[in-house]
């Protein structure tokens, strides 16, 4: 299983008239996205279709998918 996150960038959403940086949690298949999401707790909320299914995560939430594995990368 693949998982992986990118280098979080400042155009991020805008929480509380914040502006939070972001990045991407995506993998090699759909099915080990999910799995992962679900293992993390990940809100499906969270979950972007397009070219690449993929899931935004906040600073926090990055580090908490390294911990649990999630490969880093640019």
Excluded: N
């Excluded at 299983?1 to 959403?13: K, T």
């Excluded at 298949?29 to 799995?35: H, K, N, Q």
């Excluded at 499906?44 to 990368?73: M, N, Q």
């Amino acid at each position: 299983m693949a998982i992986y996150v990118d280098h979080p960038r400042q155009w991020g959403f805008t929480y509380r008239a914040t502006k939070t940086a972001t990045c991407h949690l995506t993998a090699d298949t759909f099915e080990e996205l999910e799995a992962f999401a679900r293992k993390l707790g990940i809100p499906p909320r969270w979950r972007h279709s397009g070219s690449k299914e993929h899931y935004d995560l906040t600073v926090s939430w990055r580090k908490k998918a390294v911990g649990a594995g999630a490969i880093e990368r640019g």
